[in-house]
């Protein structure tokens, strides 16, 4: 079940280029599954449509109990307007929103791909993940150092990381494309777990398809309402009975199967 | 207690066509049967995939929609009309045609549907051609069952429009429909959201003068119960709430629940 709240700004913190916002939210940390994400209504009556934010994590804060810790790129209305906001103001959102990320029943080998503010997601699920007796890789991808997620904190829930940047700033130079077939061979992943740009799940998806390997992509594509109202963030599928579909990225995703998705379609 | 179109309803809140997903998805954040009904998101005979994406885009105060998706008629007598009638709401279930044998088909097949409360039907274009697709829609539908018409707000023909539906058949009149308008690309939406109130108000208004018998309901930007109060201080018997829901999805539960409280004598 998903909750409409009035939320509150604990702390706002900057890290590299992104914001990490921990917001009091009653009633979301408790139904968060790593891949769920929350929906931020706008503090304008200009803004209609409503802006939705991976959950990073849940932190317990003194004093406030399980708060939700979002990251947030600070451009466009959106981002702009949530990295205005000082401690203690409110906020209307709703959460969490969303299929998350199916956990494996074996304690299978697992890689973990994520780029930009799009891996937030995954620490998480890192977690859950290593709860459950699964061997976790992580590939985490750039632009830069500066919109790099920490990769020292998911040294703690995974046996190992590889770290890619566009520019070569830190760890390889490259893009995800580049170096997921060998992370994929490396260690011997029966399941990859993706979230980023949608080249870069395509081609996550490709790789893993090749390897024999289940995929599990997290679609990013702008929700004007979040709760599936509106039917306005159309994704294009195949169906398990191979008949193509179009699905809602808010209600049906935003994980999807990899080799369900019809990437070349997908704007 | 609300009347409209010979139904009684629990409140004069209602959620309007394409703004409430199936149902479900509006579940976790109102009590339906609360609320004085549901009209579906438009309802054709064969299943459409709606528009390509960009579909929903943001303007200010405002959201362009496309043509959303539908799953056709079969599929939504077998899924969601069920469930929708089981939520204890009273269902209005909005269609869509390329024809007047497609309404008549949809009319026909609907009638017999179990549980449903009315149809609601848009029509655009010319009053006459407004009045025959009530007609068809009206002649094929089982008595007692009525059909509301969903009107453009649009000032030069709304009154002419409603006078136009009502004698075709129509038990009431919806005002309004979203403003025709155009996404950045060129391609053609509606126009919904605060940005058009003032422009339902005035046709609600008209409507209300030109045709005092005629039973109103008002929509267009409505969000606040201060909005919903003057369009019903307008002439409206009821309202819908629309592009209001995409943003705060508890909209319509507040609006039944506040306008109930001001109902109460002081």
Redesign the interface.
């Known amino acids: 079940m998903t909750v409409h709240v009035t939320g509150e700004v604990l702390d706002a913190k900057r890290v590299g280029a992104y914001l990490h916002l921990t917001l009091v939210a009653p009633g979301v940390p408790e139904r968060f599954r790593p891949g769920t994400f929350v929906s931020v209504t706008l503090g304008d009556s200009a803004h209609l449509a409503r802006r939705s934010y991976w959950i990073h994590r849940i932190r317990t804060v003194g004093g406030y109990g399980a708060a939700v810790q979002l990251v947030v790129e600070p451009s466009g209305a959106g981002g702009t307007w949530l990295a205005s906001l000082k401690p203690g103001a409110k906020l209307t959102l709703t959460g969490p929103l969303g299929r998350p990320f199916a956990l494996p029943k074996e304690p299978v080998s697992c890689l973990l791909v994520g780029e930009d503010w799009s891996a937030a997601p995954l620490f998480p699920l890192a977690e859950r993940l290593r709860e459950r007796g699964c061997s976790v890789t992580l590939l985490v991808a750039g632009r830069d150092e500066a919109h790099l997620l920490s990769a020292l904190e998911a040294r703690r829930s995974a046996r190992a990381v590889t770290v890619v940047t566009a520019d070569g700033s830190v760890g390889q130079r490259g893009r995800v494309a580049d170096v997921v077939k060998e992370a994929l061979a490396r260690s011997e992943a029966e399941v990859v777990y993706a979230a980023g740009p949608h080249d870069t799940l395509h081609a996550v998806a490709q790789a893993a398809e090749e390897h024999g390997a289940w995929s599990q992509t997290a679609v990013e594509v702008a929700h004007p309402c979040a709760t599936g109202l509106c039917h306005g963030c159309p994704v294009p599928v195949v169906g398990e009975d191979g008949v193509a579909r179009v699905v809602r990225g808010c209600t049906e995703g935003p994980v999807l199967r990899g080799d369900r998705v019809r990437w070349g379609e997908l704007t | 207690m609300t009347d409209l179109a010979g139904l009684t309803l629990a409140s004069p809140v209602l959620v309007a066509s394409?703004?409430?997903?199936t149902g479900r998805?509006?579940e976790?954040?109102v009590d339906l049967a609360a609320l004085g009904g549901f009209v579906t998101?438009s309802i054709s005979l064969d299943a459409r995939?709606?528009a390509?994406?960009?579909?929903?885009?943001?303007t200010?105060?405002?959201?362009l929609?496309a043509e959303?998706?539908n799953p056709g008629l079969e599929h939504f007598l077998a899924t969601e009309l069920p469930w929708l009638v089981r939520s204890g709401t009273r269902v209005v279930v909005s269609i869509a045609a390329r024809s007047l044998g497609e309404y008549a088909e949809l009319a026909r097949r609907l009638g017999r549907a179990p549980g449903l409360s009315a149809i609601e039907v848009a029509v655009a274009g010319e009053p006459f051609q407004a009045a025959s697709v009530v007609a068809a829609v009206q002649r094929d539908l089982p008595r007692g069952l009525p059909v509301l018409a969903k009107l453009r707000p649009d000032l030069l023909r709304v009154v002419e429009t409603a006078r136009a539906v009502v004698d075709a058949g129509a038990a009431a009149v919806v005002v309004g429909d979203s403003q025709p308008g155009a996404l950045p690309d060129g391609r053609p939406a509606g126009l919904s959201?605060?940005a058009v109130r003032p422009i339902a108000l005035r046709c609600v208004v008209e409507v209300h003068a030109a045709l005092p018998d005629v039973q109103v309901v008002g929509g267009g930007g409505i969000?606040t119960v201060a909005d919903a109060r003057t369009f019903l201080d307008a002439g409206a018997v009821a309202i819908q709430v629309g592009?209001a829901?995409?943003?705060?999805?508890?909209t319509a539960a507040r609006l039944a629940a506040d306008l109930t409280r001001e109902d109460v004598p002081q």
């Open positions: 394409g703004c409430g997903g998805e509006l976790p954040y998101r995939d709606g390509d994406a960009p579909r929903v885009v943001e200010p105060s405002g959201l929609h959303g998706p959201g605060p969000v592009t829901l995409l943003h705060d999805p508890t």
